[in-house]
């Protein structure tokens, strides 16, 4: 079982910045779980992936709507993930969850993604 804790959301101005970061913890094989991300969900709209990456080999994969604005970051070894972002818009306010999986090929539609975090709220203003 694996839990994923995200903190750092809030609410800031259009232009602002915020840094989300996620820890995972629990009882499990941490060499299984290979991918990590992070996905977002506005409300009355479909979940969509942000951005995840490989944890072997560091390959990512961005959302084209927040390329050049947000950065992922992962420390391997104790599982923590962040994801800064900057240039923040009123179209990235959202409910941010971490995730985590063992499989590539279906992690960016959710499919295989294995265990959600509970979520943190980003709310940009303009």
């Known amino acids: 079982q694996v839990q994923l804790q995200e903190s750092g959301g809030g609410s800031v101005q259009a232009g602002g910045s915020l840094r989300l970061s996620c820890a995972a913890s629990?009882?499990?094989?941490?060499?299984?779980?290979?991918?990590m991300g992070w996905f977002r969900q506005a409300p009355g709209k479909k979940r969509e992936g942000v951005v995840i990456i490989d944890r072997d080999d560091g390959a990512t994969r961005y959302a084209d709507s927040v390329k050049g604005r947000f950065t992922i970051s992962l420390d391997k070894a104790n599982l923590r993930l962040a994801l800064q972002m900057t240039n923040l818009r009123p179209e990235d306010t959202a409910m941010y969850y971490c995730?985590?999986?063992?499989?590539?090929?279906?992690?960016?539609?959710?499919?295989?993604?294995?265990?959600w975090g509970q979520g943190t709220q980003v709310t940009v203003s303009s």
């Open positions: 629990g009882n499990f094989d941490r060499e299984y779980y290979n991918y």
């Open positions: 995730v985590i999986g063992s499989s590539w090929l279906g992690f960016w539609s959710g499919d295989d993604v294995d265990y």
